[in-house]
């Protein structure tokens, strides 16, 4: 069964924090071996947070590197000027013909990558 959606970094925080307005859209689900670094790698992480992350991971799909997504990272690097992390993403969404959901404006201005805007709630 194919992948629907590819989580970027920011998709997984906001789901983490509670923020989204509205649920996840329905389908299969993975994230980057990136994206799984940026979260696990990031400093301070309070215990509960490392406990919700570690039951999130362990039930997420992680897609690792290959030559596929290498090269793919490499052209929208060179097209888009893309940070590395955002290009590796970009690219295994584009690999695997599923929608990114994030809220990077750069990465909604990739004409060939589809992707998908999470609302999330207003702050008061």
């Not at 629907?4 to 071996?33: C, E, F, H, W």
């Not at 490392?50 to 991971?57: C, V």
């Not at 362990?58 to 097209?79: H, P, S, V, W, Y």
Request: charged share 20%; aromatic share 6%; with cysteine.
């Amino acid at each position: 069964m194919g992948l629907s959606y590819i989580l970027d970094t920011n998709a997984v925080i906001y789901l983490q924090k509670g923020v989204l307005d509205k649920a996840l859209p329905r389908g299969n689900m993975a994230i980057s071996v990136i994206t799984e670094i940026e979260l696990r790698g990031f400093p301070g992480l309070l215990t509960e947070q490392k406990r919700w992350l570690t039951d999130f991971l362990f039930n997420m799909r992680i897609i690792g590197l290959n030559d596929d997504i290498k090269e793919t990272a490499i052209q929208l690097r060179c097209n888009h000027r893309l940070k590395i992390p955002d290009a590796i993403i970009a690219a295994t969404a584009l690999t695997f013909e599923a929608t990114l959901l994030t809220n990077d404006c750069q990465l909604h201005g990739i004409a060939e990558l589809t992707c998908h805007r999470l609302e999330l709630r207003q702050q008061l």
